[in-house]
C-alpha cells in the first residue's frame, strides 16, 4: 500500500501498475527500462503538461478529427498505465484500436487484449496474426501491421513507440502522433506530431481537446495543423527541462 500523502505518490502508483503489469504477462521485460527512462524525463519536466505539450495536444486533437482513417496504437505500456482512456478516446473520436507489440507472442498479444476489452473495447485489431501485413522498410518485429487498421490508417496515435517503425510510417504518408516524455528519442525527431508528457496526462487531455474542437469547421482545423511545427516545440520543449542545483 502506497501511503497518498508520500510525496511521490503519482510516480510510484505508474511504477506499481508497470509491475503488475509485467507479472501478468502484459508488459516485455524491456518495457519496464523504458518505463524508467521516461519517469526520469518526467521528473526534469516538473511533472506536469507544459505549454509545448499542450499545442502539440491540441494539435493531435486537430489531425485526429481531419483523420478518415484514425487508429490509436497499443503496446504492453499504454495498455498498462492508460487502456480506459484509450478506449474513451477512440469512441470520441469513432477511431480503430489496434495491439502492436514490439516483442510479439500470441500469449502476451491475448493479455493486452484482455485489458483493453476489460477497459470497454468492443473491437481490436492486430489480434489475428494470420492476418497482419507488413509494412515495407521495418526490419523489428513491429512491421506487422492490420490491413485494416493502422495499415490504411492516415492518421495513427502511437504513444511510446519506437523510433525505426514512426519514421517509416512517417515515410509512407502517413501522419504520426507519438507520446514521448524524450523530446532527444529517435521516435520523437522523427513522428509528425510528437506530445512531450506522461501518456496518463496526455490521453485525456487529447480527449477533451477533441470534445472542444470537433465542431470546428475543416479550415479551421487544418490551420491548427499548418502553425505547428514539430521541430520547433521539440525545441521549446527541451527548454522546460532544467537541473536546478541541489
Known amino acids: 500500500m502506497i501511503p497518498k500523502n ?20 502484459i508488459l516485455a521485460d524491456s518495457g519496464m527500462i523504458a518505463h524508467g527512462r521516461g519517469e526520469a524525463f518526467d521528473y526534469l519536466i516538473g511533472e506536469v503538461t507544459s505549454a509545448p505539450a499542450k499545442e502539440a495536444i491540441r494539435t493531435a486533437a486537430a489531425a485526429l478529427l481531419l483523420a478518415d482513417n484514425p487508429v490509436l496504437s497499443v503496446n504492453g505500456n499504454t495498455a498498462a498505465l492508460a487502456a ?12 480503430k484500436i489496434e495491439i502492436n507489440l514490439f516483442y510479439r507472442t500470441p500469449k502476451r498479444v491475448e493479455n493486452v487484449e ?37 495499415f490504411k490508417a492516415d492518421v495513427i496515435l502511437v504513444p511510446l513507440e519506437d523510433g525505426d517503425r514512426a ?40 480527449k477533451e481537446e477533441v470534445l472542444s474542437l470537433k465542431e470546428k469547421d475543416i479550415n479551421s482545423l487544418k490551420n491548427i495543423l499548418k502553425s505547428f511545427n514539430n521541430e520547433k516545440n521539440l525545441k521549446e520543449s527541451l527548454k522546460i527541462i532544467e537541473i536546478k542545483e541541489l
Do not use: C, M, W
Open 84 to 95: 480506459e482512456e484509450i478506449v474513451e478516446l477512440s469512441r470520441f473520436l469513432e477511431a
Open 6 to 25: 508520500h510525496p511521490r505518490y503519482q510516480s510510484l502508483v505508474l511504477r506499481d501498475k508497470i509491475v503488475k503489469a509485467h507479472k501478468n504477462g
Open 167 to 206: 519514421e517509416i510510417l512517417v515515410n509512407s504518408g502517413k501522419t504520426v502522433i507519438t507520446v514521448d516524455l524524450n523530446p532527444l528519442s529517435r521516435t520523437s525527431k522523427k513522428s509528425s506530431i510528437t506530445i512531450v508528457d506522461n501518456i496518463v496526462r496526455a490521453i485525456p487531455l487529447i
Open 114 to 150: 484482455k485489458v483493453l476489452k476489460k477497459a470497454g473495447a468492443s473491437q481490436i485489431y492486430g489480434t489475428d496474426s494470420d492476418n497482419l501485413k507488413y509494412i515495407e522498410g521495418i526490419e523489428s518485429p513491429r512491421a506487422t501491421a492490420s490491413a485494416e487498421g493502422i
